[in-house]
């Protein structure tokens, strides 16, 4: 079965301070792995994924999340916060012999100070 | 545009009153899927479905159906509602069975009193 921690179920930055989610999973086979962002009262958007290839991943509004096999872990960064970043951050693992079921970290809320 | 709907996006209801709630994709998805989130559990599935006719359970089933006569349309039904079925509500779609990033709906907040 897999699993997913998300340390921090909220964090708060200073905007233009760095961006650091943290997200560590178990599956017991090399795991697919995602960032949602949802926005208040709004549905989930993907962020960014990993399937295969490249450990660096880079998605949309900035963001960027390593895969680190040896850590069990998909870390979620961004190097300037934004007022508009605010909003709670989902990490999610899919087994790729187990269908397309996503597993979901309990989530982030991320704060950005003025 | 390319888009999941759910309707309703809030409803009450009372315990014991079968309600469906809504769920269709106009991007020929072949995966569609249901889950509730709750607040510091993140979301977990409910159930699934591979395709038309194809459907299995999640993580947290009981209490809920689901149908998919059609590809766009994935119905989620409460057959009689507690208020532990309380919740917010998402369908997501994917065109892939293994590796694809979803497509949310909007969401559908339900209270059961």
């Given at each position: 079965a897999q699993s997913v921690t998300q340390l921090g179920s909220h964090v708060s930055v200073s905007e233009g301070a760095l961006v650091l989610l943290r997200c560590n999973y178990s599956s017991s086979v090399p795991p697919y792995l995602f960032w949602y962002v949802q926005y208040p009262n709004q549905g989930l958007q993907l962020l960014l994924k990993y399937t295969t290839g490249a450990t660096l991943v880079k998605g949309i509004n900035g963001f960027e999340a390593e895969f680190k096999k040896s850590e069990t872990s998909f870390h979620l960064t961004k190097p300037s916060a934004h007022m508009s970043d605010a909003a709670e951050y989902f990490c999610a693992v899919s087994d790729?012999?187990?269908?397309n079921m996503l597993t979901f970290g309990g989530g982030t809320r991320l704060m950005v100070k003025p | 545009e390319a888009q999941v709907t759910q309707n309703p996006r809030y409803l009450i209801t009372v315990t014991g009153k079968k309600l469906t709630v809504t769920c269709s994709q106009n991007?020929?998805?072949e995966y569609m899927s249901w889950y509730r989130q709750d607040p510091g559990l993140g979301l977990r599935q409910i159930y699934y479905s591979m395709n038309v006719e194809v459907t299995d359970k999640g993580d947290v089933p009981e209490g809920y159906k689901v149908s998919r006569k059609e590809k766009r349309n994935f119905p989620l039904i409460l057959e009689s509602p507690s208020p532990n079925q309380t919740s917010l509500y998402f369908c997501a779609s994917s065109f892939?069975?293994?590796g694809g990033g979803y497509t949310f709906g909007s969401g559908t907040r339900l209270t059961v009193v």
């Amino acid at each position: 079965a897999q699993s997913v921690t998300q340390l921090g179920s909220h964090v708060s930055v200073s905007e233009g301070a760095l961006v650091l989610l943290r997200c560590n999973y178990s599956s017991s086979v090399p795991p697919y792995l995602f960032w949602y962002v949802q926005y208040p009262n709004q549905g989930l958007q993907l962020l960014l994924k990993y399937t295969t290839g490249a450990t660096l991943v880079k998605g949309i509004n900035g963001f960027e999340a390593e895969f680190k096999k040896s850590e069990t872990s998909f870390h979620l960064t961004k190097p300037s916060a934004h007022m508009s970043d605010a909003a709670e951050y989902f990490c999610a693992v899919s087994d790729p012999s187990a269908g397309n079921m996503l597993t979901f970290g309990g989530g982030t809320r991320l704060m950005v100070k003025p | 545009e390319a888009q999941v709907t759910q309707n309703p996006r809030y409803l009450i209801t009372v315990t014991g009153k079968k309600l469906t709630v809504t769920c269709s994709q106009n991007m020929n998805h072949e995966y569609m899927s249901w889950y509730r989130q709750d607040p510091g559990l993140g979301l977990r599935q409910i159930y699934y479905s591979m395709n038309v006719e194809v459907t299995d359970k999640g993580d947290v089933p009981e209490g809920y159906k689901v149908s998919r006569k059609e590809k766009r349309n994935f119905p989620l039904i409460l057959e009689s509602p507690s208020p532990n079925q309380t919740s917010l509500y998402f369908c997501a779609s994917s065109f892939r069975a293994v590796g694809g990033g979803y497509t949310f709906g909007s969401g559908t907040r339900l209270t059961v009193v």
